[in-house]
């Protein structure tokens, strides 16, 4: 995943859109720069960062080509961005795993177990906007 101190920081008006959106598209760039066909997952928000997980761990082919790449762009609340996936260094787990039960605990707890906990915590990325 790509360093941090290159990036730069999302709108207030951006954190509302993408943070209150039930889903987000995400498409990591490939190797000659085009797109990944989008894939729908969960997205969160705590205090400033949006943070993303793999349900299916480290095997998920999102999240592998994710990592890979440290790159692509996302869909939602409107909004399309082009993004950074960075490690989530310094980040709160238990904040991120509160942000995920309080925005989706209505699916139930398989669903929802699926993106917190300590399993959970590996497969995190913080989505950063790229300039």
Not at 16 to 34: H, Q
Not at 50 to 55: E, H, T
Not at 91 to 112: E, L, M, Q, T
């Amino acid at each position: 995943m790509a360093n941090e101190s290159t990036m730069t920081s999302w709108t207030s008006d951006e954190l509302t859109a993408i943070g209150c959106a039930e889903e987000l598209l995400i498409a990591s760039l490939r190797d000659d720069g085009t797109l990944r066909p989008y894939v729908t997952i969960w997205v969160v928000r705590v205090d400033g960062d949006l943070y993303v997980r793999s349900a299916r761990g480290v095997t998920s082919q999102w999240f592998a080509r994710a990592v890979r790449s440290g790159a692509g762009r996302i869909r939602a609340g409107g909004l399309e961005r082009d993004v950074t996936f960075t490690e989530p260094a310094g980040a709160d787990h238990a904040d991120i795993d509160a942000a995920y039960h309080a925005k989706y605990d209505r699916y139930g707890p398989a669903i929802v177990g699926s993106v917190v906990g300590e399993k959970a915590h590996p497969v995190t990325v913080r989505l950063l906007p790229r300039p």
